[in-house]
């Protein structure tokens, strides 16, 4: 069964299904960013007539796959063609006046990475549940966020801005309320959030916010960038120009992109790379600096991590137990803390641990764990979690780690693409359980426990059996104040 809806560009026609929910895949809500539009900001998509077939994905932003073994580990879909910008919708109802919830889901992937598309983000679940869900596509690596001389910075978030506007105008024909928009990400998804919170890019385009693995840490400083830039252009014997860079083949282009993170992982050198060498990921915002947004912005925000975020990087690769003491106290000191003090601090609570095991934690915390604690003490009345359910892949050690939480955000514990990530038989009332409470935080504002203060710190922790806890962890927090 199909169903039609109008839009200002022109008529789409979706697909419903049994259950009800009817989908609308691959809307353009921007033209397509090349030729003439490489490397600028984002413009309307130009109307069409008749009726558009939305029934199958669009074009994704082009990327190089992920490297080995991660490949295996976060499949990711990639559908070559020009019309990337598109957008994704799961309704309960493509009625104009149900003014129902909406959620637009920003995609992680390190800025260079992954799709709205991939089937793990299938929303049917969110609009069974009676909200409306969004995923949409932005531009990535260099086409999103390479800085370049006299072309916009930060592209891949002018595009999610101008979804957000799309959606704002549009959402009401698919049954959504444009006042009642949530943004949640994960990873670069809620990195970008981040800043959107921190600059107020997206003031009055959405009303809630949740953030997952990723908060308002991570930045490039223009100096950084300019380096970055440099590095590539010179890597693939070319000026550092978007005139340069545009005459590039893809085919040219992505594999350098892939081969100069690949570098930075091999020789983090901030001479090389500068505050990247820490964040390890060639690709990202550029600002000046960002700051906390404040009781001000108007956002009601759901913040928090992974238990063992790093854990995704160290096991799958052999790294945990490559792992010495020396580079463990190096790397401590490079994340701004005093390894002499911190270190007792974490062995206190992890006596049996490895030095790999310990340089998760620490990892964990300076990417993922502190970031989201100062969001949520930046702007009263947020609400924090933390997810703690151990996965049993590579004999139990890859742990509560990165991106672990999508299938149960999304409640798709039975997809295949999940599969190499959470093994046999994950809990299906942990999906019940966290799926709900951001569906219901997206409904009133609310996941259904406490808010978050500096008194009480209360954190609800997802594992078998979720519960409330008093800031978790929270032997190691003080130590990390006044670090970036």
Known sequence: MTVCVTTRQGVVRGRVAPDGVASFLGIPYAAPPFGPRRFRAPCPTDPWTGVRDATAHGPTAPHAPYAPPFDALVPEDSVPGEECLNLNIWTPSADRGAGLPVMVWLHGGAFSNGSGSARGYDGGAFARDGVVCVTLNYRLGADGFLRLPGVPDNRGLLDQVAALRWIHA??????????????FGESAGAMSI??????????GLFRRAILQSGACHHFLRPSTADLITARLAANLGIEPTAEAFAALPLDTLLPAQAELRAEMNARPDPALWGEAALNLMPFEPVAAGLSLPGPDCGVDLLVGSNREEYRLFLVPTDRLDAVSEAHLRAATAGYGVDPDKALPVYRAGRPAATPGELFDAVATDWFYRIPAIRLAESVPGSYMYEFAWRSPRFTGRLGACHALELPFVFDRLDDPSYAPLLGPRPPQALADAMHSAWVSFAKSGDPGWPAYDTDTRTTMVFHEDAALEADPRGEARLLWEGVR
């Open 170 to 183: 549009e959402i009401a024909s698919f049954g959504g309320d444009p006042d009642r928009v949530t943004v």
């Open 194 to 203: 981040g800043v959107l919170l921190a600059t107020g890019g997206a003031r």
